[in-house]
Every structure is written in C-alpha cells, then in structure tokens.
C-alpha cells in the first residue's frame, strides 16, 4: 500500500502535516527538523522542534489532566486503552508503511510491531495491581495498594518506534499516570501521528507528544512537573538521564544496551540451527537491543556452524523496506551508519578475518551487508562493544565453565540465547547466564505478562507484565485503627 494524503476517517493525513500534541491539540514550532528515509536518504517529511515553554505546557496540561485521570475507575480506563489498540489495528496499513518509510525496516518486520502494538495495548489493559489486605480484624485494618506516580516522560529510541513507545503508553495509562511522549529525533513520525490518531478517544492533556532533539530530552529528565522517566536507548544516555533524574529524584525504568551472547553446544545440527542463528543475530538489521550480538560455537561444529550461517546468508535479500522481496533493511541514521562502519575499520585494521561481508557500498541509503567475522579475539573491539548494525563476531569455545564465564564477562546484561539438544546442559548454562531474559533454543519471544529488563548496565527496573505496570506507581499502605475509642 502506499501512503495517501487524503485525511482518514479520523480526519489524520498520514503523508504530511505531523505535529506535536499538547493539550489534545496540534502544536508547530517555530523551527522544524527533517526526517529522512534511511533507505534513499531523501528528505520525507519535517516535524516541529518543541521548545522549552511547549514543553512546560506539555507537562502542565498532563498535571491538569492526571487527577481526573487517576480518579477515572480503573476499568474505565482500561478500556479506554483497549480502544487505543482498536484504533491502532483500524489503521495499522497506513502505520507499516510509514514506519518502513522512516525506519527502513521491511514489510514482515514493521507488521511485526505494528500488530505488536495492538496486541500490547489489548493486553496490557486487562493488567492490574489490586490492593492487598494484609489483616482485617476487629481492631485494626491494614492495606498495601498502588497509586499513579503521577506524569511520566517516555522518550523512544529510533529502532523500534512504535512498540516501545506503547511499551511505555499502554501501562502508564492503566496505572492512571498521564505521559508526555518524546520520539526519537530519527524516527518522530510514527509516533506523533499514533498520539494524534489517539486524541478523541482521551481527555485533552492525558497523552501528548512533543518531537525535537536530545536537548528536549535533557530538559524533560530535570523537569520539577514530570514524576517518572520511561526511557529505552543507550546504555550511555541512560546514565546521564539517571543522573539528570537525580536532581529531582524521579522514579526511572531504563531499557538499555545489550551485547546478548548465543551459545552453540556441540550436539546442534549446524543446518538446522543456522537460520534462526541467523535471525537471532541479524533481525531488524542486527538494530536490535536483544540481537544476538557474540555467537559462541562449539569447537566440534564451529567450522560447520559458520558455513551453514554463510550459506544461509548468501539467501537473504537486503534492500528497500518498501520493495516486497527485501528481508533486510538499511541502517537507520547516517550517525549510526558511521559508527557502524568504525567496526568494520576496525576489524580490518586488526587483520580480523570476515567469513561474509566486510566491504561498504556507497550508497545511495545507509546500506551494510551482512558481515560475519571469524573467531575474533575475545578482546576485540566487536566482541567488547555493542555495534547495532549487521557485523557479528562468532567465536569458538571448548569448556563450559569458560564460555560462560566469557559469556558473563561485559558490563551488560539485557539477554541471552543458548542452543543445543541436550535440553540438562542448555538449561543449566542458561540458568548461569547474568541477564534479563535468557532464551533456551528460541529467541526474541515477548509477551505482555513477561517480565522484560536489564542486568547490570543494561537497565534499572522492567517494562510488561504486572512488575512493569507497578513501575508507575508508588506503593501506600494504609492502616485503620477501628477501636472506637482510639481517638
Ligand atoms: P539513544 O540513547 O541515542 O537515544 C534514545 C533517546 O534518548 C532518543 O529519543 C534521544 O533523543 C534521547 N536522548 C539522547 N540524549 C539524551 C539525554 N542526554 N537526555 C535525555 N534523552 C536523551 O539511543 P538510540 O540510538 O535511539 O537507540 C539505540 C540504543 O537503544 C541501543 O543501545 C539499544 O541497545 C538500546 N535499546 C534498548 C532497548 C531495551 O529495551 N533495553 C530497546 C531498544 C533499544
């Protein structure tokens, strides 16, 4: 399908005019920034820079908003964010193809999100955290319950825009939070057309979204009107949001870098395991907080391994999101292109070997092949950092203990994968592994009632499942003393 610049039924061009909302209303800004499309590297479309006094209405009108909000009976409001994914999936067409457009990610993937999305705020609104009474006797009651933390800032990293918005959205919302929504500067369109299309369905102030740069990022964590940060990005970013946090003690959930491991036992069969080997590591074009990102193979079928990843590689059509036979996409941003690219210098000026890949093209878009590195030291740049794009060390190992002390070695923690037959072994390596979500012989499985987060550098606190939504809120106890004369 293509985008039409005719409004919809809900009166949203999903072509042009993207704005930020504040107050339930469309807001401009005196100075715009371009979005480009990654996979031609042509202009498509600009969006407002909020400046700071939009972004302080922003916030008032989410404080104005939050005690009706928060006074609203919770299934009243969970049914208003069920209503938010009906909307969504009425125009889930119109949300693939621009997300492709802006993001470069091909069909599958964006219709991946996008029913993703829909599925989250379905599911997620049948969440709740019910008081808990911990003694009811004549003489004294005694209630721990969970109140809304008050207004919430998201802000969105570029590679999966609209999921981990609603992420952040569909729980803020049932807990009885009001938030203000700040996209990634890379990919704003998805996100202020998704606010947009929410509007009518919510009281003005409770959802908004202001678009800019990382400064609008910066004054929204020191923010005295914004009570709790809900934000995915870099590990990097996520400390200076922690500590611009500190200041006026927010409540944080960081989602944030990974360097996920994936551990080839020897008992695997090489042909069978390659492709989803392969999708682990190179899904969404490896832009992809849990790829796979160091592939640990047994030296029994390490050369097996490789060859069948190879082989399986050289099938895989990367291009144009928008052309149907493309299975890989361009990097998103040219910064993130460059930094890419330092990785491939990188390996060749350390004489690494590449099994696939290793030679840029130049453009037009921000394309990279799919590059596999052979056996790299475990020191190398490749293996130590995160590069988020289609470059992937696998490396050889021989004792169990040691892969997994290899494995556990890196200040992140966000996940893991490990393969093989012998379900005993996968599961007791997979039990020592030190991250959020360790995948026996599956990966990149999420679900609305699983909890999602980071070890060590890759986060504080958990997004989904009833944890995450407790995260937007503050704990209360309550306790009576029913003794009449008490008082
Ligand atoms: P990024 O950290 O550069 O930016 C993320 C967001 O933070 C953007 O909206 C950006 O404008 C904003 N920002 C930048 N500087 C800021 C500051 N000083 N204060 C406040 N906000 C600021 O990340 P990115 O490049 O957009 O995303 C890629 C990174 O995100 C990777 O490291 C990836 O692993 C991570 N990620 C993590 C998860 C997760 O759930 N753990 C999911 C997706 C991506």
Known sequence: ??????????????????????????????????????????????????????????????????????????????????????????????????????????????????????????????QS??????????????????????????????????????????????????????????????????????????????????????????????????????????SETGKHVMASAAGTLKRLTLEL???????????????????????????NNAQFCNAAKRVYVHEDVYDAVRDALVDYARTVKVGDGAEPETQLGPIQNEPQFRKVREFFDDCRKHGHVFALGGEIGDGPGWFVPVTLVDNPPEDSRLVVEEPFGPILPLLKWSDEDDVIRRANDTPYGLGASVWGRDLDAVERIGRRIDAGTVWLNEVHQYAPDQVFGGHKESGIGAENSVHGLAEYTNWQTITLNKAPDAV
């Not at 008992?267 to 590591?281: G, Q, Y």
Request: negative net charge; aromatic residues 6%.
């Open 1 to 126: 399908m293509t985008l039409h610049s005719e409004s919809t039924a809900t009166g949203i061009d999903f072509a042009t005019d993207y704005v930020s909302t504040i107050d339930g209303k469309a807001a401009t800004s005196p100075t715009t920034v371009e979005v480009y499309n990654p996979a031609t590297g042509k202009v498509i479309a600009s969006v407002p820079v909020t400046t700071r006094a939009q972004l302080d209405e922003a916030v008032a009108a989410a404080r104005q908003a939050f005690h009706g909000w928060a006074a609203t009976p919770p299934a009243e409001r969970e049914a208003l964010v069920s209503a938010l994914g009906d909307r969504l999936a009425e125009h889930a067409e119109e949300f693939m193809t621009l997300l492709t457009r802006e993001q470069g990610k091909p069909r599958a993937g964006a219709e991946w999100e996008v029913l993703g999305s829909v599925a989250w705020f379905h599911e997620i609104a049948k």
């Open 129 to 234: 955290l019910p008081e808990e009474t911990l003694l009811d006797t004549a003489e004294r009651r005694v209630v721990t319950r969970c109140t809304p933390v008050g207004v919430v800032g998201a802000i969105v990293p570029w590679n999966f825009p609209i999921l981990l918005a609603v992420w952040k959205i569909a729980p803020a919302l049932v807990a009885g939070c009001t938030i203000v929504v700040k996209p990634s500067p890379f990919t704003p369109l998805c996100d202020l057309k998704l606010v947009e299309l929410m509007q009518d369905l919510l009281p003005p102030g409770v959802l908004s979204a202001v678009s800019g740069d990382d400064d609008l990022g910066r004054w929204m964590t020191t923010h005295p009107g914004i009570d709790k940060i809900a934000f995915t990005g870099s």
């Open 257 to 283: 870098g990974g360097n996920d491991p994936a551990i080839v036992l020897p008992d695997v069969d090489p042909e069978k395991v390659a492709p989803a080997l392969f999708w682990a590591a190179f899904q």
